[in-house]
């Protein structure tokens, strides 16, 4: 039985197809698994300034997601203060949602730097 690029299913052209369409994946799981693990790969040296900067544009990042998940939700808040007596039970509903978008942005972030 033929294959869709001409060879047959137990010949030699289908092994080498399919070798050429995984090896990207191959290589993909090769880097996932040489970076995620430092003690078996050594990462080299990094410069200290290099290392601060990328925390910086990280937490910036994250500053940024999370503003932009709870913006709304905080402005919410804020008109209500300044306008209405807020029970104590409202400003526990606002600190539990705040809570809730920062692990969701905390998951984004291992998500994203992994």
Do not use: C
Request: charged fraction near 20%; charge should be neutral; proline fraction near 3%.
């Amino acid at each position: 039985m033929p294959h869709r690029d001409g060879t047959d299913i137990g010949g030699q052209g289908t092994d080498e197809a399919f070798f050429d369409i995984n090896n990207q994946h191959m290589s993909t799981l090769m880097y996932w698994s040489s970076t995620a693990n430092k003690h078996h790969h050594d990462q080299g040296k990094i410069d200290p300034a290099e290392h601060r900067k990328v925390v910086k544009n990280n937490i910036i990042f994250d500053g940024f997601l999370f503003l932009r998940l709870t913006w709304l939700y905080i402005f919410v808040y804020i008109v209500l203060q300044l306008f209405f007596d807020v029970p104590v039970i409202v400003t526990g509903v606002f600190v539990a949602i705040l809570l809730w978008y920062l692990y969701r942005t905390l998951r984004a972030h291992r998500v994203l730097s992994t």
